[in-house]
């Protein structure tokens, strides 16, 4: 059994308070947005997406087995959900909607730098053109701090898939740096 700061909450849900619930909505509402947002890059959908993701969690909250994390069957639920809905619109050309800084890879630090945002901004257009597989990744990995063990497990992929896909997106990250915005120093 992992215990981590949800399990007594998860605890009391199971036995049907649907306060707690709320408390983990507040909790991983944001994220969960965020995260599918990078899988689909359609608001509307990852709204939607993120709505049913909760509702699936609810529902199926009594099969949660304390084996893993709770952020990271969330987590996959969200990828799972997000995957089916990618796959049903695999023909329709999913494109982003409109991006506010609430969107952004990079939390914001408040900073009204010029350069801080057009570096977010760059980050954000690399993303956007390599491999989905990678994107989701790295979006795992740096911005919800998720271990290797817990994308692996999100992401129904082998531990050393997982670092050969973070390798490849820093790489393909890298690579566009270099020749597309010509920044040097990133090879030494």
């Known amino acids: 059994m992992i215990i981590d700061d949800n399990t007594e909450i998860i605890k009391k849900i199971k036995k049907g308070d649907q306060e707690s619930f709320n408390k983990i909505i507040l909790k991983y509402q944001n994220p969960i947005f965020n995260y599918v947002f990078k899988m689909v890059y359609n608001i509307d959908d990852a709204m939607d997406i993120t709505q049913d993701v909760f509702f699936k969690a609810y529902k199926n909250i009594r099969f ?11 987590y996959k639920i969200a990828f799972n959900h997000a ?21 952004s890879f990079y939390i914001d630090n408040g900073s009204k730098n010029f350069e801080d945002k057009e570096i977010n901004n760059i980050v954000e257009n690399i993303l956007k053109t390599i491999n989905p597989v990678y994107r989701t990744c790295i ?17 129904k992929l082998p531990l050393n898939t997982v670092r050969s896909h973070l390798k490849r997106g820093r790489e393909s990250i890298r690579n566009i740096l270099v020749n597309k915005y010509k920044i040097k120093g990133l090879y030494d």
């Open 64 to 74: 949660f087995n304390f084996r893993s994390k709770f952020s990271t069957w969330l």
């Open 83 to 103: 995957l089916n809905i990618i796959k049903r619109k695999k023909n329709q050309k999913m494109f982003y909607d409109k991006f506010t800084e609430n969107d």
């Open 139 to 155: 979006y795992l990995f740096y911005k919800e701090g998720m271990s290797y063990e817990e994308i692996s497990e999100v992401m």
